[in-house]
């Protein structure tokens, strides 16, 4: 074999030895990125408990059981809020990586500022990362995932996005339980109803009682038992609007609107729904006080805020601030019913 051949030969050996050993590292390479940047968890159907916990020491706990996801093993969450969050972690995608000279910063800022996320599934942990700030163009959020064999995170931030949705991402892992908690205050399909009662404590005498004999068959009368004539069609109407009641904010108990009002405030209406299997739901209604630039933008000088109202609910254990919007068509006087003449 001449010499020419055996160097032409020893090159493509060399050749083919380097382009196999860039081709492995290419793939090892190009795995760990994979499992570095594999943020979405597509099985939301099999979550059934998400924990976040952000710098500033709040936590939450949310848990899949029959009767719908709870809060801090407290209260039932708001549809809405798990809805987004569980799309989201569908969703969520690399949108890049993180440039070199910007790791360092990315890093520096989300070991002071970013939530943490656990995602768990029949009771074990399938994924875990830390949500960080948006980009500077609002278009990405910073993320970095967290190797669940070994507890440690991965060294490499990523900019992260849901395809289609122009924003950042960082707001829907919330840690404050005040978002995450249902606004629900009233919630009855017309059957469940036995008896409403409603007791105006600015005007007294308007205030009435109705009886749900059944679904046919009703009664209205005052709180002194007399009997009054109604009209058919609005009484059903009226029941009817009591399904799915909401308030506009729920209130922390730790605010100082709340230890006043449950202090001295007086009510000045007092609903009492009381079920067929006898249980009570009382809410009780404040006046909010008016807002200056409210009047001078009605030109009334009203007296109280004509727009929303204070609500304590649940039998006394939690406050919102509900709009009239909503609730005005609940406290009616007994004269809304009387028969059209």
């Known amino acids: 074999m001449k010499k020419s051949t055996i160097l032409i030969l020893s090159i493509l050996i060399a050749l083919a030895a380097l382009s196999i050993y860039i081709y492995k590292n290419k793939n090892k390479t190009s795995t760990i990125d994979k499992e570095a940047s594999d943020f979405k968890y597509k099985d939301t159907a099999a ?31 708001r549809p809405d809020v798990i809805e987004l969050l569980l799309y989201t972690i569908r969703s969520v995608e690399v949108k890049s990586p993180v440039s070199k000279n910007g790791r360092n910063s990315v890093i520096k800022i989300m070991a002071a500022k970013s939530t943490k996320i656990e995602i768990y599934s029949k009771g074990e942990k399938v994924k875990q990362y830390y949500v960080g700030h948006a980009t500077q163009d609002n278009t990405g959020t910073y993320m970095i995932l967290t190797n669940l064999k070994t507890g440690e995170n991965y060294e490499e931030p990523f900019i992260t996005h849901i395809p289609g949705f122009d924003g950042f991402l960082s707001t829907r892992y919330v840690t404050d339980d005040i978002d995450w908690r249902d606004r629900l205050i009233i919630n009855y399909r017309p059957p469940q109803i036995k008896q ?12 009435f009682v109705i009886d749900l004999f059944s679904m046919q068959r009703f009664g209205l009368k005052t709180i002194k038992g007399k009997f009054i004539p109604f009209e058919e069609d609005k009484m059903k109407q009226y029941i009817a609007y009591f399904q799915n009641v909401n308030c506009e904010i729920v209130l922390d108990k730790k605010d100082i609107l709340v230890d006043s009002l449950s202090k001295s405030g007086l009510p000045f209406a007092t609903l009492t729904i009381t079920d067929r299997n006898n249980g009570s739901n009382i809410c009780e209604f404040f006046h909010k006080d008016a807002i200056a630039e409210k009047n001078q933008e009605y030109g009334i000088n009203y007296k109280y805020d004509p727009d929303r109202l204070f609500v304590r609910y649940n039998n006394g254990k939690d406050y919102g601030v509900a709009q009239f919007y909503v609730f005005g068509k609940i406290l009616q006087t007994y004269q809304y019913f009387l028969p059209r003449k």
């Open 47 to 77: 979550i059934d408990k998400i924990f976040l916990a952000d710098k500033n020491g709040r936590e939450i706990l949310v848990e899949r059981k029959p009767e719908g996801w709870i809060l801090n093993g407290k209260f039932h969450v």
């Open 196 to 207: 409403i009662k409603m007791e105006l404590h600015e005007v007294p005498d308007s205030s």
